[in-house]
Structures are given as C-alpha cells and as structure tokens.
C-alpha cells in the first residue's frame, strides 16, 4: 500500500523567512512519481513539481527548492523569503507507475501554510 | 493550457436529492478522477476512470456512483444524498503516456456542496 505523511498540520511564519514543509512516503515499488500541489484560498490545486524514483537530483525553482532523498523516504519542499502569496494549503502527492489503475494519487494530509506580513 | 471544468462552484442540495456533478476536461485526458476534500483529511479518492466506460472505485466510493460516456466528461452522482456528504468535490485529470511514465494531474476549481 502506497501512503504520504506531512506530519505539519499548520506551520506560521513572518514574510522573508525561510519554511521547509516535510514530506515522508511509503511505497514498495522501485519506479514511482512524486508530487507537489498548492491550493491557495481560491480552492483550485496548482500543479509545483513531479519527480520521478530515478532522479535524485534536487531542484530549484525561483524561491522553491525541493529535496528528494530515497534513502529517507522523503520529499521535502522549501520557500526561501516566503512571501503573503505563498499561504496556501500545499499537498504532497505519490502515484504509481504504469497505466490505468495505476493513475491515481495518494495525497498526504495537506500543511496550511501562514505567511505574515 | 489543460482547462478542467466543473458545472458549479456551490450547490444546495437537501437530504434525499439525486446529485450530478459534472466534469469537463479539454486536453483529451486518459483518465479522470473524483476527489472529496474535508478539513483534517486531505483529498480522498472517491471513483477514477482511465477510459470511456471505465470505472474503478477509489478509497471512499460508498454512497457515490460514476459515469463516463464521453472521453472528456466524467460525473460523479449522490443517488441519495446525506448530511455527510457535505463536502468540496475536486475534479481532476491526467493524460496516460506509453510506458510508466507519468504525469500531473490538472484540477478543475471544485465544487462545494452542502446538503441540507
């Protein structure tokens, strides 16, 4: 069985800090997906970022980074200099690979992030 | 842009009412999937489709049925619905490519139904 865990519930910062939204996973297959979702307070969810079981490699996207370590389990998600835009609900998100029954997600919890001004 | 549409933002339906929630996606998406999201739970897998007519239960799909006649147009129905399916419903899509390789998902900006 495939499983996320975001063990924050609620995490509040001050703008210009940084916050790293954790983000642990629980699968038996050797080839999976990744995933990162943001839902501001309109509802709809913002596709971030998808990674691969193969690809290791940490990524940086403006004032996003993300750190995928296999050895962990983990997929965690930072925002340096946070800023008001960045409050939202942020999802992460594992999938199986192949087709069909395989599509789907299996999303944590959700972390509500709070940015101050 | 993938464009995932859904027939309402908010709906007022009153215990007992037969429900439809549709969904559109422009991208001729594969697969399509139903989410219900509730403070505390995250998004849970109501019914998912990865073909016309095609139709797999997700984890929570008591209560719920589906239909799927056209590629880009995927329903959720509450045959009779209950206070607790007082919910936002999320509507999503994703396109199958050959081999393992997968993609997003697209979300389309949900509807919050309340029963009454």
């Known amino acids: 069985a495939q499983k996320v865990t975001q063990a924050q519930t609620e995490i509040s910062v001050v703008e210009k800090e940084d916050v790293t939204l954790d983000c642990v996973y629980e699968?038996?297959?050797?080839?999976?997906?990744l995933f990162w979702y943001k839902q501001p307070p309109s509802g709809e969810l913002v596709f971030l970022i998808r990674?691969?079981?193969?690809?290791?490699q940490n990524e940086i996207s403006g004032r996003y980074s993300w750190n995928f370590q296999k050895s962990t389990s983990s997929f965690n998600f930072t925002i340096t200099a946070s800023q008001v835009v960045d409050s939202a609900v942020y999802f992460c998100?594992?999938?199986?690979?192949?087709?069909?029954?395989?599509?789907?997600?299996?999303f944590g919890k959700g972390i509500t992030l709070s940015v101050r001004p | 842009d993938v464009k995932v549409t859904q027939s309402s933002r908010y709906l007022v339906k009153r215990t007992g009412e037969k429900v439809f929630l549709e969904c559109v996606q422009d991208m001729d998406h594969e697969n399509m999937f139903w989410y219900r999201q509730d403070p505390g739970l995250g998004l849970r897998l109501i019914y998912f489709s990865y073909d016309v007519k095609m139709k797999e239960k997700g984890d929570i799909p008591e209560g719920y049925s589906v239909s799927r006649e056209k590629k880009e147009r995927f329903s959720l129905i509450l045959e009779s619905a209950s206070t607790n399916q007082t919910s936002m419903y999320l509507c999503?899509?994703?396109?199958?490519?050959?081999?393992?390789?997968?993609?997003?998902?697209?979300f389309g900006p949900g509807t919050r139904l309340t029963v009454t």
């Open positions: 999503a899509s994703s396109q199958t490519l050959p081999g393992t390789e997968r993609y997003e998902q697209y």
């Open positions: 699968t038996r297959d050797t080839t999976y997906y």
């Open positions: 990674r691969n079981s193969f690809d290791e």
């Open positions: 998100a594992l999938s199986r690979a192949g087709v069909g029954a395989n599509s789907k997600l299996t």
